[in-house]
């Protein structure tokens, strides 16, 4: 459900700009089904079902041009406007943007300094702020990243989930660039409705379990990010309601 909420706003915002591929794994035959029927939906996406996390990650990497990564939970709110990085630059986050004023992970408010603001696009130095959103740059949720550095960032850790991943990524952001970049306003976010990760106890809203969107995917329901309220994004991560869809 998540997952084609996701999918779905890309088509609408995004387009041909991304090539994606999305790395899977169900759990048992409900959530299988549900694969199958977003698989059928969106045929022009790549899809690659996980067997060994790592291997099947590096796998699916080029070395060429940009790469983002995003979690099933993010929702595309804003287009995108071409940008590029510079050269002191290690990230471009689609995620933040001077609309960002609160860590929903931390739980406390947080604010950029020092940013550096022209016309649609802002950047800082990540290693002098504060702890929170503007001083992670190696997040893997709404980050862009020249291909080639991030292969190699990767293949230096040791990691068997996306959550170990970014936490070793995170050790060792003292190699990378100092500067990030985002614009003026964010384009997406992450809706934490649920969990489904034993290793790290990320913070949630416990909206619904994967479990019942699931069968509400397979119900014929579908999350419609055209009926959600997006103006008021002032985190990352927002505990925002579903509106939702039927298909025939």
Do not use: K
């Not at 790395?23 to 089904?33: D, E, T, V």
């Not at 995170?170 to 489904?196: K, T, Y």
């Not at 055209?226 to 925002?240: K, L, N, W």
Request: proline share 4%.
């Amino acid at each position: 459900m998540q997952l084609d909420a996701f999918l779905s706003s890309l088509r609408v915002h995004v387009g041909a700009a991304y090539a994606p591929v999305v790395l899977f794994r169900a759990s048992n035959r409900r959530f299988a089904a549900g694969y199958a029927a977003v698989r059928a939906e969106y045929s022009d996406v790549e899809w690659l079902e996980e067997t060994d996390f790592r291997r099947d990650l590096l796998s699916s990497l080029d070395t060429s041009g940009l790469l983002v990564f995003h979690t099933d939970d993010d929702v595309f709110f804003g287009g995108l406007a071409p940008f590029e990085l510079a050269d002191d630059e290690i990230c471009f986050s689609l995620r933040l943007g001077l609309n960002v004023r609160y860590s929903y992970s931390l739980d406390r408010p947080e604010r950029l300094r020092g940013p550096s603001v022209r016309e649609e696009r802002v950047s800082w130095n990540w290693r002098v702020q504060d702890v929170g959103s503007f001083s992670y740059p190696l997040a893997l949720n709404g980050h862009v990243f020249r291909s080639a550095e991030a292969r190699g960032l990767i293949e230096a850790v040791d990691f068997s989930n996306p959550n170990e991943l970014e936490s070793q990524l995170h050790a060792r952001d003292g190699l990378s660039r100092p500067r990030m970049a985002s614009f003026i306003h964010s384009r997406v976010v992450s809706i934490p409705a649920n969990i489904v990760t034993s290793t790290f106890r990320n913070r949630h809203g416990g909206l619904e379990t994967a479990a019942e969107l699931n069968e509400r995917f397979l119900a014929g329901e579908r999350i419609d990010p055209a009926g959600m309220a997006f103006d008021h994004v002032a985190s990352c991560h927002e505990e925002i309601p579903f509106a939702y869809r039927r298909v025939d």
